[in-house]
């Protein structure tokens, strides 16, 4: 982490946290985003993508005192483990307050948080249109955005409600975007959300269902077709 140059006060944080070096995510990720660079992260849960996308936000943060960061994520449960991380990464910056707007909590406690002016908002899609639309929540200062697990968002049938998201965050932004799997749904909404991204991948991109059988079948390019219909012979159904 040392060679990351990051503001003492995160170094401390992450010595606290046990974090000794950047896991191979974090490795490519954070200098990219650094550099304010959009980025597309292909990695999966686990990989510590967590820290790749909030270190550099912090860094930002201290920098620019009047932006906010805005973090979108699919479920309650993953909006939760981000908040704790940020907070756990922000233990000696305590004015870098934080809120979480997710469904199925009264709206109460979330305008209280957000009455704090905090600088890291972390929610779900639905959540977060809710409070735009009654104006309790304001991006015009978001500098940047991050899509976490994307491609779990469109599968949850979000698309309608980051087509919204995006109307209310300014064109001037920093986007890092995340996903484990790569299909054209998701491709489409890299690009309304993405500027001259750069694509940092940690494994696979894609997978396949893992119902799904596959075989090469090596052949010409004159008998393509042929062992094509042959194969489609010898199958029923889809
Ligand atoms: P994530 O993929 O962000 O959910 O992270 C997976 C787990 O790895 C979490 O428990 C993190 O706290 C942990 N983790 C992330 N980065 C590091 C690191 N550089 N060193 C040690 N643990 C880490």
């Not at 170094?11 to 950047?22: I, N, R, S």
């Not at 049938?157 to 919204?164: E, I, N, R, T």
């Not at 799997?181 to 991109?205: C, E, F, H, M, P």
Request: positive net charge; aromatic residues 6%.
């Amino acid at each position: 982490f040392q060679s990351f140059q990051l503001d003492p006060s995160i170094d401390k944080a992450l010595v606290a946290m046990g974090f000794l070096k950047p896991t191979p995510i974090q490795q490519k990720a954070i200098p990219l985003a650094m550099s304010n660079k959009d980025l597309i992260g292909c990695a999966q849960t686990g990989t510590g993508k967590t820290a790749a996308f909030c270190i550099p936000i912090l860094m930002e943060l201290l920098k620019s005192p009047d932006k906010i960061a805005l973090v979108m994520a699919p479920t309650r449960e993953l909006v939760q483990q981000i908040e704790a991380f940020w907070r756990n990464l922000t233990k000696f910056n305590p004015n870098m307050h934080c809120v979480s707007l997710i469904g199925g909590l009264p709206m109460n406690g979330q305008l209280r948080a957000l009455a704090k002016k905090p600088r890291f908002i972390v929610a779900t899609p639905g959540r977060l249109v809710d409070h735009l639309q009654r104006r309790t929540v304001n991006l015009n200062q978001a500098k940047i955005l991050v899509l976490d697990e994307a491609d779990r968002m469109l599968d949850m049938g979000f698309a309608p409600q980051l087509a919204q998201v995006l109307r209310f965050v300014p064109k001037a932004r920093q986007t890092l975007f995340f996903t484990a799997t790569w299909d054209t749904n998701v491709d489409q909404l890299a690009k309304r959300y993405l500027k001259d991204a750069v694509l940092v991948s940690i494994g696979a991109v894609s997978q396949a269902a893992s119902t799904i059988e596959q075989s090469l079948i090596s052949t010409t390019a004159q008998g393509k077709n042929n062992t094509l219909l042959d194969e489609l012979e010898q199958r029923q159904g889809s």
